[in-house]
């Protein structure tokens, strides 16, 4: 047996090459799954945001009014938008949480394929996930100051507490 049996003929690899590329190349299949990829990205920060307005703000807003804390300004504002996304049946946002979704999937993959896009294509994944994070931390701020503020008082109100005990304390000899 030679060696040249065992080698691969070079005409047998070529039409392998042209097979796989027929079907989908790999920079191709490569490309959707980085569209892919950034696409769930963005999604996941859509939809802590909107878990975010749904569940938690409704949620210490409530803890809120019983302690009667003070509220700045931006928690109203906070409120109320999460209040009107509520009032909608749940089926319209994420309706329009998934077109927006099928959109960014189509404008990622359009922009991908032209490489003088690929500036077009970062800025649109960072603006996808720079505006959803930003709207969060401005909710988690406004909702944070008042328990901070609210900590801050119970724990002026814990150390008077205890003040007044240790001022009440009799001296051991004394009976």
Known sequence: MSSESNDVH????EREEIDMTIGSSPSRTSGRLQTL??????????????IWQ?????????????????????TPLVYRLSDR????PIAVPLTCLFLVFVFDAWLLGRLDRSPGRRVLRELWSGLMVFVPLLVLAFSAIAFLLPLM????????V???????????????GSL
């Open 158 to 172: 814990f150390d008077e507490i205890a003040r007044v005990r240790s001022s009440r304390v009799e001296p051991a």
């Open 54 to 74: 749904f569940q938690f703000v409704p949620l210490v807003l409530h803890v809120l009014e019983d302690v009667e804390a003070e509220m700045p300004s931006i």
């Open 10 to 13: 070079p005409r047998t690899l």
């Open 85 to 88: 996304l509520s009032s909608v």
């Open 37 to 50: 990829a950034a696409t769930a990205i963005h999604a996941l920060c859509w939809l802590t945001l909107a």
């Open 149 to 156: 503020k609210f900590a801050v008082q119970a724990s002026e």
